[in-house]
T-cell receptor
Framework: DGGITQSPKYLFRKEGQNVTLSCEQNLNHDAMYWYRQDPGQGLRLIYYSQIVNDFQKGDIAEGYSVSREKKESFPLTVTSAQKNPTAFYLC??????????????FGSGTQLSVL | QQQVKQSPQSLIVQKGGISIINCAYENTAFDYFPWYQQFPGKGPALLIAIRPDVSEKKEGRFTISFNKSAKQFSLHIMDSQPGDSATYFCAASFSGNTPLVFGKGTRLSVIA
């Protein structure tokens, strides 16, 4: 089955700890995105990548880091600098990032909570 | 600055009724307006989308109405069913390298 796989589904972070959320896609999409979802706040863009080895900050990038070493993978690290990390994190991908309004495909999300 | 404003935040509709969710945007350069549907614990999925060269688009029970002069667009769900109970997000973007901008979402509950 083609799609986006996020893992783990639930993740707990201790204070001062960095944690990494995994996102893998087998759709051969160029662009990948990370969104954060909080109740009543909609979907806010953290980082996005339109091509391997390149990524851009979104609206709320502070306290987060990403890498895009492979087309299929776009992991998100929530660093200890992110003081309010509890949220539902969504990874998405799209097929044509430039000059196009391509459909976004979302994973099933990771719920991150602070211990 | 919130570029896409969505209302209402929550909506309760009787089974068989019409659900209406509204969005307003500020950036006149936006040229693509999708709606996404999200069930609890899942990622959103594209429901329907419209471009500003048409005023309405219908797919089954779902219709987008678009008013370019008012910078508003809305989602109408006809004959609403309990299975339509979900959170709906409007979004907007414009051609180029910019990602979608999402509204804050509307939680729809359809009751029997």
């Amino acid at each position: 089955d083609g799609g986006i796989t996020q893992s783990p589904k639930y993740l707990f972070r201790k204070e001062g700890q960095n944690v990494t959320l995994s996102c893998e896609q087998n759709l051969n999409h160029d662009a990948m995105y990370w969104y954060r979802q909080d109740p009543g706040q909609g979907l806010r863009l953290i980082y996005y990548s339109q091509i391997v080895n390149d990524f851009q900050k979104g609206d709320i990038a502070e306290g987060y880091s990403v890498s895009r070493e492979k087309k299929e993978s776009f992991p998100l690290t929530v660093t200890s600098a992110q003081k309010n990390p509890t949220a539902f994190y969504l990874c998405a991908s799209s097929g044509r990032p430039r000059g196009s309004n391509e459909k976004l495909f979302f994973g099933s999300g990771t719920q991150l909570s602070v211990l | 600055q919130q570029q896409v404003k969505q209302s209402p935040q929550s909506l309760i509709v009787q089974k068989g009724g019409i659900s209406i969710i509204n969005c307003a945007y500020e950036n006149t350069a936006f040229d693509y307006f999708p709606w996404y549907q999200q069930f609890p614990g899942k990622g959103p999925a594209l429901l329907i989308a419209i471009r500003p060269d048409v005023s309405e688009k219908k797919e089954g029970r779902f219709t987008i109405s678009f008013n370019k002069s008012a910078k508003q667009f809305s989602l109408h769900i006809m004959d609403s069913q309990p299975g339509d109970s979900a959170t709906y997000f409007c979004a907007a973007s414009f051609s180029g390298n910019t990602p979608l901008v999402f509204g804050k979402g509307t939680r729809l509950s359809v009751i029997a």
